[in-house]
């Protein structure tokens, strides 16, 4: 790799195929409910578990500070990576079972991060939790579930029809059955038994020799195995890994565990740590490091009902607070939630002889971004009604400042969230999440306040833009939202819901011709009593 080459590439932002040899890997590994505070590097003095190859990634690459999800929950959070388009914008997915037989969230026909690096030229794999539906062989025909899959026949769709050439996969997360691997179609193992894991206890079809504590030895093992492959050829390759940790079940292997300060969520933290050390060590040997854009992160904040216990329960990460850990880190709110603990994720990449080592970027990025920057990456130039929310940040990674991004749309599980500049609008009272591991205050309870100080039934949602309906605050005055500002502020909040209404209604964040909305959108997500008198 010249360094001058690429230099050139960053600042032109060149959109022509680049020869094959002159253009990097690229390998992403998304940890699944890893907080921003779990990651030393990040977390500082408010994290007390060791992650030395993260911290190590941060001191040899970039540091993204003000790095933020679409969604603080799975599913849309990884739609939203995938497609560069934000998740709320699609249709209803197709129907499917429970957890892992979840049915296709889009259609084989949306494009894709693996169908863009395949149009660079690139091999694909992917390797770990997919989550983003598959349509499974049925004995009666009939919508896939626990009891009618029929684990001897090859599933009909997975990743291998989203643009991914190789894949070795889990349908859902780790305490989501089916507990059984699928190499691009076929089930692999007998899936013959019934089993079910710690937190959660979810039991169902699982592979006779599936085991939770070595799912994440075998992923690394599987993207090592996709890396050496890949050596032995030409041209580059992409590879996705999603770790299933340290979401529940907290199953670390058994050299991990009792070695955290804080219980067994932290013994599954460092695990998860390790396998970016691990995976690291297969490009090392491949001799592939030196040519390879590494990028890490998670798909969103971390589940309070995760903590020294095996069994999930609500709010027990204050136990590990108590202690000193704080995965949400400095943030307020936890995974579902609108507020930062459930948004802005810890985020860092390595790139050698482009990313200066020990660089720090405090600018606001959003992992739906990713579309947009590998693509100039892999010299691919994108259709304007492809990844219309994505924006590149690949001169960042060349630590140029121009400002990428000033806005970004996100959402909690019950209500919408709009970044601009220092200011953050939630739109809705609460914490923006409900369910019975909801950030306090809950979103039904804070409704049930506002109307209250609203003091009647609101006649439409226009009546819902008012301070009493929704908070603002001021992120670098006010970096732990305390201050809820839409009172006095109430000028910048109208300029932001016009805004925010503006991209919703446009079908794009990116310049070009306005786009569609798979389904009708509405600015708030009250509940349903809101307009009952």
Known sequence: MKKNLWSIVILLCSSVLLPAAERPNVVFILADDLGYGDVKAFGGKKSKVPTPHFDRLCRDGIKFTNAHVTDSVCVPSRTSIMTGRYAFRFGKGEQGGPWGFIGLRFPTSQHTVGKMFRKGGYSTGYVGKWHLGTRMTTKDGKV??????????TIQIGPTDYGFDHCFFLPGSLDMFPYAYVRGKKWQGQVTVQKGWSAFNRVGPAAEDFLDTEVLSTFCDEAGKFIKS??????????????TAPHTPSSPESGFEGKSPVGIYGDFVMNTDACIGRIRQHLRKAGLEKNTLLMVS???GPGHYSGPERKAIA???KVMEKQGHFSRGQWRGYKFSGYEGGLRVPFAAVWPGVISPGTKNDALVGLVDLMATWAEVAGVKLAPSLAPDSLS???????????LRNHLLARGTRADVYYEDKWKLILGPGSGSSGPFFTEP???????EALLEFGRTPKNHKELENPTFVQLYDLKADPGETKNLAKSHFDQVTKMIRAYAKIVENGRTTTGPKLSNDRPLKIFRPPGFVWKK
């Open 144 to 153: 896939q579930g626990p009891e009618n899959t029929d684990f001897t026949k």
């Open 230 to 243: 890949e050596a032995k050829k030409k041209t580059p390759f992409f590879l996705f890994v999603g770790l």
């Open 298 to 300: 998670s798909d969103h």
């Open 315 to 317: 709010n027990q990460m």
């Open 393 to 403: 940040f690949l001169p960042y990674l060349a630590n140029k400042k121009p400002l």
């Open 442 to 448: 809950k979103s039904e309870d804070a409704w049930k």
